[in-house]
């Protein structure tokens, strides 16, 4: 091995008497380098999207939630509340509804969901901070709601707007046929006091949140029906130990999930779009590495009366294939330290002075993590390799005479 390499080393760092094969050489580290800086960057920028989604995600979705397996609500009772209040892992807890509805402003209308909370709501979740404009619920105005900022564009309405009204609609419960809009739809009038921006399409455009009073007048509940109770565990390692313990003393008529399993639709939806876009930069890469197979070999013709030589002192055909295996592996190594040197930089000079911006104050997020280091490092160490496989397996003992 230590021969091979030795010969494999001599020949990718020694100038070759044909000037092709130098320019093709240095093509091929080129073309590594670079798929290995593009692949490298890419997954940054999908960690980086993914810290900053789960931000967002936070600052409303709750460490756990308790709903009904069966039916859309049930009665809070002492027995749930003193098994919550017994866990000292639990900081705080909110009764919460939640349903869809139809939102009318003037002309305009959507369907939205609506989100009916407790006070303790802002005390276990982020919202307070992704207000974009106005406040949280104002006590001055009996239906108060903070109103998603893809909403507020949809409707035209925003903040304190004097003399607008935004009207939430909800479909009775019940059978037969309906004669007018009033027996078909419970409504009420709310006064917009805030609105948010979680950097979420899917929370900015339909969500709006109201005080929990409002959320059962618009259903019908009685003042102890919800549909759900969502609760805050500030050690973000004992949220599956507390989640455990709920399952076990609640009971088999409810279900316990974690934020991750509340938002498993966007892990699954953005793990799915890294694997693909991981799988069409590992082609490139393969396409990329072809420039590694010509130069093993041109090579490997260039060299033929060097393999003469060598077979002639003793050298066997496996040794002189192990030669020209090394020196493509060599090769790729040496365009993936580069690449993944300037993909590090680059990421890290991204991370500190934001030199690509979304927006002019937004940043396009990159996050440096070891796991992006190994999956680039193994993956260009793995196709490399191949690469210089199959490129060897020229070489015969046929072509050597």
Same mark, same amino acid.
């Given at each position: 091995?230590?021969?091979?390499?030795?010969? #494999?080393?001599?020949?990718?760092?020694?100038?070759?008497?044909?000037? #092709?094969?130098?320019?093709?050489?240095?093509?091929?580290?080129?073309?590594?380098?670079?798929?290995?800086?593009?692949?490298?960057?890419?997954?940054?920028?999908?960690?980086?999207?993914? &810290?900053?989604?789960?931000?967002?995600?936070?600052?409303?979705?709750?460490?756990?939630?308790?709903?009904?397996?069966?039916?859309?609500?049930?009665?809070?009772? &002492?027995?749930?509340?003193?098994?919550?209040?017994?866990?000292?892992?639990?900081?705080?807890?909110?009764?919460?509804?939640?349903?869809?509805?139809?939102?009318?402003n003037g002309e305009k209308e959507i369907i939205a969901n609506f989100k009916a909370v407790d006070t303790n709501f802002s005390k276990l979740t982020n919202i307070r901070n992704s207000i974009y404009t106005g406040s949280w619920f104002d006590k001055r105005f009996e239906n108060s709601?903070?109103?998603?900022?893809?909403?507020?564009?949809?409707?035209?309405?925003?903040? =304190?707007?004097?003399?607008?009204?935004?009207?939430?609609?909800?479909?009775?419960?019940?059978?037969?046929?309906?004669?007018?809009?009033?027996?078909?739809?419970?409504?009420?009038?709310?006064?917009?006091?805030?609105?948010?921006? #979680?950097?979420?399409?899917?929370?900015?455009?339909?969500?709006?949140?109201?005080?929990?009073?409002?959320?059962?007048?618009?259903?019908?509940?009685?003042?102890?029906?919800?549909?759900?109770?969502?609760?805050?565990?500030?050690?973000?390692?004992?949220?599956?130990?507390?989640?455990? =313990?709920?399952?076990?003393?609640?009971?088999?008529?409810?279900?316990?999930?974690?934020?991750?399993?509340?938002?498993?639709?966007?892990?699954?939806?953005?793990?799915?779009?890294?694997?693909?876009?991981?799988?069409?930069?590992?082609?490139?890469? !393969?396409?990329?590495?072809?420039?590694?197979?010509?130069?093993? !070999?041109?090579?490997? !013709?260039?060299?033929?009366?060097?393999?003469?030589?060598?077979?002639?002192?003793?050298?066997?055909?496996?040794?002189?294939?192990?030669?020209?295996?090394?020196?493509?592996?060599?090769?790729?190594?040496?365009?993936?330290?580069?690449?993944?040197?300037?993909?590090?930089?680059?990421?890290?000079?991204?991370?500190?002075?934001?030199?690509?911006?979304?927006?002019?104050?937004?940043?396009?997020?990159?996050?440096?993590?070891?796991?992006?280091?190994?999956?680039?490092?193994?993956?260009?160490?793995?196709?490399?390799?191949?690469?210089?496989?199959?490129?060897?397996?020229?070489?015969?003992?046929?072509?050597?005479?």
């Amino acid at each position: 091995m230590n021969f091979s390499l030795y010969i #494999a080393k001599r020949y990718l760092f020694s100038k070759n008497s044909n000037n #092709a094969i130098n320019i093709i050489t240095f093509i091929a580290v080129f073309a590594v380098m670079v798929g290995t800086l593009s692949l490298f960057v890419v997954l940054s920028v999908f960690s980086g999207l993914k &810290d900053l989604g789960e931000e967002s995600l936070n600052a409303i979705t709750p460490s756990l939630e308790i709903s009904p397996k069966k039916g859309k609500s049930f009665f809070f009772n &002492d027995t749930i509340q003193n098994i919550i209040e017994e866990n000292k892992d639990i900081a705080y807890y909110s009764k919460v509804i939640e349903e869809k509805s139809f939102l009318k402003n003037g002309e305009k209308e959507i369907i939205a969901n609506f989100k009916a909370v407790d006070t303790n709501f802002s005390k276990l979740t982020n919202i307070r901070n992704s207000i974009y404009t106005g406040s949280w619920f104002d006590k001055r105005f009996e239906n108060s709601a903070v109103i998603g900022i893809g909403i507020s564009n949809e409707l035209s309405i925003s903040a =304190y707007e004097f003399g607008a009204n935004l009207k939430m609609f909800v479909p009775k419960p019940g059978k037969g046929t309906v004669t007018s809009v009033s027996k078909a739809f419970n409504e009420i009038n709310t006064s917009v006091t805030g609105v948010f921006a #979680a950097n979420n399409e899917d929370l900015d455009f339909n969500y709006i949140f109201i005080p929990l009073k409002s959320g059962q007048e618009l259903l019908g509940y009685k003042p102890n029906q919800i549909s759900s109770i969502e609760l805050s565990v500030p050690n973000a390692s004992d949220i599956n130990s507390v989640a455990n =313990y709920l399952k076990d003393k609640i009971g088999n008529t409810f279900e316990v999930k974690t934020r991750n399993e509340l938002n498993a639709d966007y892990y699954r939806l953005i793990n799915s779009e890294r694997f693909i876009t991981y799988l069409i930069f590992c082609l490139i890469l !393969i396409i990329a590495l072809f420039n590694v197979v010509g130069v093993i !070999i041109m090579m490997i !013709i260039d060299k033929k009366d060097n393999q003469k030589t060598l077979y002639n002192i003793g050298a066997s055909i496996k040794d002189i294939k192990r030669v020209f295996i090394l020196q493509g592996f060599l090769l790729s190594v040496l365009g993936l330290f580069i690449g993944l040197g300037l993909g590090i930089i680059f990421v890290l000079l991204q991370q500190h002075f934001g030199i690509i911006m979304i927006t002019s104050t937004l940043p396009y997020p990159m996050t440096l993590t070891l796991t992006n280091v190994s999956v680039v490092f193994f993956t260009i160490l793995a196709l490399g390799y191949i690469a210089s496989l199959i490129a060897s397996s020229r070489i015969s003992k046929q072509l050597i005479d």
